[in-house]
Structure formats: structure tokens, C-alpha cells
């Protein structure tokens, strides 16, 4: 198996592996007969306001397929998406996403302020996140060495972010042009997946690069920072539970 | 394999009397005063989409919550019900094609198409039918969407949508009109 796959699955391991949602260009019944083979079924398809790009979101995804979905995901043929468990995770992931309907990949001096305060507060509570680039803004994922509750996740996220987004009223910006989302939501199980590191992005086609300190990674790096953010950054339950506490008796 | 998609919300369903004559309570958890939740529904009953440059607002996930409420308040066509099972044991595959934001409203759709007796093969969400039959090779499209009415003759779909009020002054370039579902089934294979 190829390395990288390995590390993503190792990186992902806590979220559910048999449900994914699948971005491609690939559509047609006879490739959604060969996508639907070994007991996967389709929960529903979409295709894109303009173009011909598709996501499908699978159920019953088998261990061998999940594995030919992420050699493609790394192929940059195809994204995998995964979900979040129901109760408890291991990991979690505040998405940032320009709030404007248009121009909305620009990317917008509110959001550089908000991923660079919220980097901080989370790694000054012992929470460091590996900051990824999306379309529209960056997954900031915390990786746990055990599941944890899905409200206490919510909860800290919710906090932290308030936090971030205080520091942003402060620099004189307005967070309504930043949308927050945390992940897992308690709410809404089961709705929304994130898109996995390691592939382009679906519509323009840029690797999901990692940000540091000094700016964008290139993909080689990107890898090397992923591979090292899983051996060292790992967050501690008791590291996790610390800076729970320490939000609480704060906000 | 004969391959039809169906739309849901004023095609199947009710929907968009749904939303007109629905008397709805405003919850708590909208956060919103008597005064902004009227002023809402009447922006909503008329059509009014959010005017300003953000993407997510209060006024979006107000229209997002009164969807999902009708989602599950429409009444299903019982000439659309019967035509959907006539399909079935005709042999057609049967795609749902819809404008619903799918990724949350996925099990609800699916819950009340089997409430509703409503068989199908797959569900899909496309904002462009038009483009997604054409890039799936499906013939025929039955939807009340003007777009389709209008754009449908460029992509060689047969259209077929039911007849309402909205349809009157429209100048129609493709579809045919029906006010019966039943009177579909002269115009595709059997």
C-alpha cells in the first residue's frame, strides 16, 4: 500500500470508515454501478451548479474499497470525504470559510486574522492544530490519542472560537464575513464530511497545503508537516481535558 | 434502461402552498422577535432571497429551517404517486432530482417518499436538470421549473411539467404541459 494512504489512514482512523462522501468528475450509471459494487449503496448524488462535478455520498463502504477510494483520493482523481461518530471522537476540526457569495476563494484579511488567533489560543492551551487550506478558508484539526464526547468537543470549539472571534472584534474586523462551522457538530450527525489532506480541491484544483508559521507548505512539505503533526502533536486526553477546564473557568 | 427523473417540491408535493397557507409557530430556539419572524415569513411567502453579500445569515437559516418544516408538511400528489408506481412496474429506473440542499435533508426526503408510497432508484440534488440529464443521458425530465421551459430545446430533453399559474404568461420554448400525471404515459415508452 502506498505510504501516504497509510498515513491517512492512520491520521483518520477515529472518524467512521464505512460512509464517505466522494467528489469526482467521474458520473454516468455504469460508473455509479461499478461505485455501488460489494453491498455500497449511494444515500444521494450531486452535481455542481456549473461543470460536470459530482459528489455521491456512499454507505456501507467496505475496508477494500475505502482503500481504492484513497489511492484515488492521492491520485487527485478523486476526494474522499469522511464523517464524524455519532457520540465520541478523536478528532475535530473548526471549518473557516469566506461568508461571501462572491469572490468567496479571495482570501480576506479577516480570515488570515481569525486562523492566526485561533492557532494561538489553541496552542496556547496545549491543543496545537494542523492548519489545512481549503477552498474557501482552513480545517484546523485537533488530533486526540482517545475519543471524547461530542458536546465537551463542540463546547471547547464553540469557546475557542469565541475567543478567536473577540480578538477579532478588536483588530476592528466584523466575524460575520467568517463562517465558523465545528466538527462533530451534536446537532447534525451524520451531514456534513470534511475533505481528507492529501488531494486538490475539486474545483480549482490546489493541493490541500498546509499553512505554518511562515506560510503555505508545498505538497512535499505539506506531507512531511502531516506526518509529523500525527507522531508529535497528538493531543493527550489529559492535555485536552486541562485546557477544557481552563476555557470554562474563562468563558 | 428507461431512465425518468422526477422533481419533488410543486411537481410530487405541495410545497410551495405548503409554505403560503402553513400558520408557523416561532420557536425559541430561531432566536428571533415576533416582528423579525413575521417580516421573515412574509420575505419568505414572497420570495425575497437574501439581498446582501454574505452567504450565511439569519435570514438564510430562518428559509432554511421553513423549508425543512414543509419538507415534511407537503401532501404528495395522488396522480403523481400512482404515476411514480406505474413507472416502477414498467421497468423504469427512477431518479429524484431535486433542488434540496440533499446533505441535510437526505433522510427526511427519503422518509417521506416511502411515506408516500413514492418508489425511486436514486436521489439527486441539481441546482442545473438540465445539465445533469444531459450528462447522465436521461431522456425525460417532469418538472415545474421555468428554466427548463425555457432552455430545455438546447439540450434535446423531453420536458414535461405540470400546469400552473406561474406557467401562464411564460413563453415556452420546450415541455409539454400536463394537468393529469397519468397523461404522461402517452408521450414515453410504455
Redesign the interface.
Given at each position: 500500500m502506498d505510504s501516504r494512504v497509510t498515513l491517512l489512514k492512520e491520521f483518520y482512523g477515529g472518524l467512521p470508515a464505512d460512509r464517505v462522501k466522494v467528489e469526482t468528475y467521474e458520473?454516468?450509471?455504469p460508473f455509479?454501478d461499478q461505485l455501488l459494487m460489494s453491498g455500497v449503496a449511494?444515500?444521494?448524488?450531486?452535481?455542481?451548479?456549473?461543470g460536470?462535478l459530482h459528489k455521491f455520498?456512499l454507505s456501507g463502504v467496505t475496508e477494500e474499497a475505502m482503500d481504492a477510494l484513497l489511492l484515488s483520493h492521492i491520485g487527485k482523481t478523486r476526494n474522499v470525504c469522511l464523517y464524524f461518530g455519532e457520540k465520541v471522537n478523536s478528532l475535530f476540526c473548526y471549518n473557516l470559510?469566506n461568508?461571501?457569495?462572491?469572490n468567496?476563494t479571495e482570501l480576506i484579511p479577516e480570515m488570515q486574522c481569525t486562523v492566526t488567533l485561533l492557532r494561538d489560543i489553541l496552542i496556547g492551551l496545549g491543543c496545537e492544530p494542523l492548519v489545512i487550506a481549503s477552498g474557501r478558508g482552513y480545517h484546523l484539526w485537533c488530533r486526540l490519542e482517545a475519543p471524547v464526547d461530542n458536546q465537551q468537543l463542540y463546547e471547547f470549539m464553540l469557546r475557542t472560537m469565541a475567543r478567536a472571534f473577540l480578538g477579532l472584534h478588536q483588530q476592528g474586523y466584523d466575524h460575520?464575513?467568517i463562517?465558523a462551522n465545528f466538527y462533530p457538530d451534536p446537532r447534525?450527525h451524520n451531514?456534513?464530511s470534511l475533505r481528507l489532506f492529501g488531494s486538490d480541491h475539486a474545483k480549482n484544483k490546489v493541493f490541500s497545503r498546509i499553512l505554518s508559521r511562515d506560510g503555505l507548505l508545498d505538497e512535499d512539505a505539506s506531507w512531511n508537516a502531516f506526518e509529523h503533526h500525527l507522531r508529535e502533536k497528538t493531543i493527550s486526553i489529559v492535555a485536552f481535558h486541562d485546557a477544557y477546564a481552563s476555557l470554562l473557568a474563562s468563558i | 434502461?428507461k431512465?425518468i427523473a422526477v422533481d419533488l417540491d410543486d411537481t410530487l408535493s405541495n410545497f410551495t402552498e405548503t409554505i403560503q397557507r402553513t400558520q408557523f409557530p416561532n420557536p425559541e430556539q430561531y432566536g428571533l422577535s415576533s416582528e423579525v419572524f413575521g417580516r421573515y415569513i412574509a420575505m419568505l411567502r414572497g420570495g425575497v432571497s437574501d439581498a446582501g453579500?454574505?452567504?450565511?445569515?439569519e435570514y438564510s437559516y430562518f428559509c432554511y429551517k421553513i423549508h425543512s418544516e414543509c419538507y415534511k408538511l407537503a401532501t404528495a400528489r395522488p396522480d403523481g404517486v400512482e404515476f411514480m408506481q406505474w413507472l416502477r412496474a414498467n421497468g423504469w429506473?427512477i431518479v429524484i432530482c431535486t433542488h434540496r440542499d440533499?446533505?441535510?435533508s437526505?433522510e427526511g426526503t427519503r422518509q417521506w417518499l416511502r411515506d408516500n408510497g413514492i418508489p425511486f432508484d436514486?436521489?439527486?440534488?441539481?441546482?442545473?436538470k438540465l445539465?445533469?440529464c444531459k450528462?447522465?443521458?436521461i431522456q425525460y425530465l417532469v418538472d415545474d421549473h421555468l428554466f427548463n421551459l425555457l432552455h430545455g430545446d438546447r439540450y434535446d430533453i423531453d420536458i414535461f411539467y405540470p400546469i400552473m399559474s406561474k406557467h401562464a404568461t411564460f413563453e415556452k420554448r420546450a415541455g409539454r404541459g400536463f394537468h393529469d400525471f397519468g397523461e404522461i404515459k402517452q408521450w414515453i415508452p410504455g
Amino acid at each position: 500500500m502506498d505510504s501516504r494512504v497509510t498515513l491517512l489512514k492512520e491520521f483518520y482512523g477515529g472518524l467512521p470508515a464505512d460512509r464517505v462522501k466522494v467528489e469526482t468528475y467521474e458520473h454516468g450509471f455504469p460508473f455509479l454501478d461499478q461505485l455501488l459494487m460489494s453491498g455500497v449503496a449511494l444515500e444521494y448524488g450531486e452535481i455542481a451548479a456549473a461543470g460536470l462535478l459530482h459528489k455521491f455520498k456512499l454507505s456501507g463502504v467496505t475496508e477494500e474499497a475505502m482503500d481504492a477510494l484513497l489511492l484515488s483520493h492521492i491520485g487527485k482523481t478523486r476526494n474522499v470525504c469522511l464523517y464524524f461518530g455519532e457520540k465520541v471522537n478523536s478528532l475535530f476540526c473548526y471549518n473557516l470559510d469566506n461568508n461571501h457569495k462572491t469572490n468567496n476563494t479571495e482570501l480576506i484579511p479577516e480570515m488570515q486574522c481569525t486562523v492566526t488567533l485561533l492557532r494561538d489560543i489553541l496552542i496556547g492551551l496545549g491543543c496545537e492544530p494542523l492548519v489545512i487550506a481549503s477552498g474557501r478558508g482552513y480545517h484546523l484539526w485537533c488530533r486526540l490519542e482517545a475519543p471524547v464526547d461530542n458536546q465537551q468537543l463542540y463546547e471547547f470549539m464553540l469557546r475557542t472560537m469565541a475567543r478567536a472571534f473577540l480578538g477579532l472584534h478588536q483588530q476592528g474586523y466584523d466575524h460575520n464575513k467568517i463562517k465558523a462551522n465545528f466538527y462533530p457538530d451534536p446537532r447534525a450527525h451524520n451531514t456534513v464530511s470534511l475533505r481528507l489532506f492529501g488531494s486538490d480541491h475539486a474545483k480549482n484544483k490546489v493541493f490541500s497545503r498546509i499553512l505554518s508559521r511562515d506560510g503555505l507548505l508545498d505538497e512535499d512539505a505539506s506531507w512531511n508537516a502531516f506526518e509529523h503533526h500525527l507522531r508529535e502533536k497528538t493531543i493527550s486526553i489529559v492535555a485536552f481535558h486541562d485546557a477544557y477546564a481552563s476555557l470554562l473557568a474563562s468563558i | 434502461m428507461k431512465t425518468i427523473a422526477v422533481d419533488l417540491d410543486d411537481t410530487l408535493s405541495n410545497f410551495t402552498e405548503t409554505i403560503q397557507r402553513t400558520q408557523f409557530p416561532n420557536p425559541e430556539q430561531y432566536g428571533l422577535s415576533s416582528e423579525v419572524f413575521g417580516r421573515y415569513i412574509a420575505m419568505l411567502r414572497g420570495g425575497v432571497s437574501d439581498a446582501g453579500d454574505l452567504l450565511s445569515t439569519e435570514y438564510s437559516y430562518f428559509c432554511y429551517k421553513i423549508h425543512s418544516e414543509c419538507y415534511k408538511l407537503a401532501t404528495a400528489r395522488p396522480d403523481g404517486v400512482e404515476f411514480m408506481q406505474w413507472l416502477r412496474a414498467n421497468g423504469w429506473r427512477i431518479v429524484i432530482c431535486t433542488h434540496r440542499d440533499l446533505r441535510r435533508s437526505n433522510e427526511g426526503t427519503r422518509q417521506w417518499l416511502r411515506d408516500n408510497g413514492i418508489p425511486f432508484d436514486f436521489l439527486f440534488l441539481a441546482l442545473n436538470k438540465l445539465d445533469f440529464c444531459k450528462a447522465w443521458e436521461i431522456q425525460y425530465l417532469v418538472d415545474d421549473h421555468l428554466f427548463n421551459l425555457l432552455h430545455g430545446d438546447r439540450y434535446d430533453i423531453d420536458i414535461f411539467y405540470p400546469i400552473m399559474s406561474k406557467h401562464a404568461t411564460f413563453e415556452k420554448r420546450a415541455g409539454r404541459g400536463f394537468h393529469d400525471f397519468g397523461e404522461i404515459k402517452q408521450w414515453i415508452p410504455g
